[in-house]
């Protein structure tokens, strides 16, 4: 099988890592890739949102499957463009997207469905926010307000500061208000060929930039998977209860999913609620779950993409895995980049880690930063205390002047995990 992979980043890097260990691949192109996948795939630098131009891509590669990584083609409808040209695409069309490119969207679908979720009003102008705040006003709990659209994760705001929750709502043409969900949170990730769904093992991402949860919303700090206190029929209860639902509303509506479905989700006092959908693999918890899925990447995007997932489970590894981001100083504010990078290379001595790129490039033959997330580096091991501290082995080996990374990743869950003897 012939694979183009489309995007940059750590998962692009992650996903890439693993379709390259199926005995079915015969090649693999990344369009546009990093340094880290250009030493594992053939990369091409073109505009990945000009679908012409990937179309053209893929139909000089004798491409047989497409794996769009990132939300911004999708929503861009480079799924639908491939349709036309009768490429198999493993991702979701433009109108599927819209479960990500637009919040409203996805709270209509999930209230259509009978999806569990927070309950929310969708505000277009000053009085409409007003009401809606008045309506989640209670002591100490805090306002809930999300742009509708697309917004690389800054468009959420969770404050108690009723001006702060006013002047967020009012940045934005549409604004969806929402009831706060208590709890922890876990993303859990279903793979869909529009009518079935495969649901992947739960992980838990850190989003926020230091250790203790404090600071600002990042794209994610760290993950790990899988997660020793989760309920034990967590996996279950989502696929019935979410992800199936979910995929049968969008059949029902003409607009089948193909791609993957990523449930972000609150275990509330009350049960599972959806926080929110992504319509693409979550970056870092990607970093984590493919490094543990033993079933062959590539045959099982490609059976997606064709309508083909019926009876397919999925095989996993025993082992945990957990990864840390190594950040670009002053990320999330205003991250300084082009520094050198120097200690990647050592990745190669350590038996289950890998470094996944996600902002460097190359220049003169020297490894730089270029992104405010530069590299993620994952550590496997019998359980999350052994996986910690090969992440950590490697991480710490790692040299970019004035970078960050989170020291707690996982660490309460395999304190826990310890203690109850668990994994
Ligand atoms: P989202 O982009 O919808 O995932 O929101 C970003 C982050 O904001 C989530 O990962 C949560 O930590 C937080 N968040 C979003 N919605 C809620 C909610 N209804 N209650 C509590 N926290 C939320
Ligand atoms: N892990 C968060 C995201 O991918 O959106």
């Not at 083609?73 to 490429?87: E, S």
């Not at 926080?275 to 590539?298: C, Q, S, W, Y």
């Not at 050592?346 to 470094?355: A, M």
Request: hydrophobic residues 40%.
């Amino acid at each position: 099988m012939r694979v183009l992979l489309i995007g940059s980043g750590g998962r692009e890097h992650a996903l890439a890592a693993a379709l390259i260990e199926d005995p079915q691949l015969e090649a693999l192109h990344v369009a546009p890739g990093n340094p880290g996948i250009a030493q594992i795939a053939i990369c091409h630098q073109i505009d990945t949102y000009n679908n012409d131009a990937v179309v053209t891509l893929a139909a000089q590669l004798d491409i047989d499957l497409v794996v769009i990584g990132p939300e911004k083609p999708l929503v861009n409808g480079l799924a639908d463009a491939l349709a036309k040209a009768k490429i198999a695409c493993f991702g979701p069309s433009q109108a599927a997207a819209q479960l990500e490119g637009s919040k409203d969207f996805a709270k209509q679908v999930m209230r259509d469905a009978g999806v569990p979720t927070a309950k929310s009003f969708t505000c277009i102008n000053q009085a409409e926010i007003e009401s809606a705040l008045d309506a989640f006003t209670r002591d100490g709990i805090p306002y809930v307000v999300k742009h509708d659209g697309l917004a690389a994760g800054k468009g959420v705001v969770v404050t108690t500061d009723r001006a702060e929750a006013l002047a967020h709502a009012l940045l934005s043409p549409r604004v969806v208000i929402e009831e706060y969900l208590d709890g922890p949170e876990v993303s859990l990730f279903g793979i869909s060929d529009g009518k079935n769904i495969v649901a992947m093992q739960p992980a838990q991402d850190f989003k926020r930039a230091y250790d203790g949860d404090l600071g600002l919303n990042t794209g994610g700090m760290g993950a790990y998977s899988p997660l020793p206190w989760a309920p034990v029929d967590i996996v279950e209860q989502t696929l019935r209860t979410v992800l199936q639902p979910t995929i049968a509303e969008m059949n029902a509506r003409n607009t089948p999913f193909v791609g993957l479905l990523y449930a972000g989700l609150a275990l509330t006092s009350q049960g599972i609620r959806v926080i929110e959908f992504n319509a693409r693999f979550g970056d870092p918890e990607t970093e984590v779950l493919l490094p543990r899925l033993k079933t062959p990447l590539a045959q099982l995007l490609y059976r997606a993409a064709t309508h083909g997932l019926e009876g397919t489970t999925l095989e996993w590894s025993e082992d945990a895995a957990v990864t840390v981001v190594l950040a670009s100083e002053g990320y999330p504010e205003s991250p300084q980049l082009g520094e050198p990078i120097t200690g990647v290379d050592r990745s190669h001595i350590i038996e289950d880690t890998y470094i996944f790129h996600a902002g460097t490039t190359m220049r003169d033959g020297i490894l730089h930063s270029s992104g405010g997330r530069v590299l993620t580096v994952t550590g496997m091991g019998k359980d999350l205390a052994a996986a910690r501290s090969k992440a950590y082995e490697v991480i710490s080996g790692i040299t970019l002047r004035g970078s960050h990374y989170r020291k707690d990743i996982a660490l309460t869950a395999s304190q826990s995990a310890s203690q109850s003897g668990e994994k």
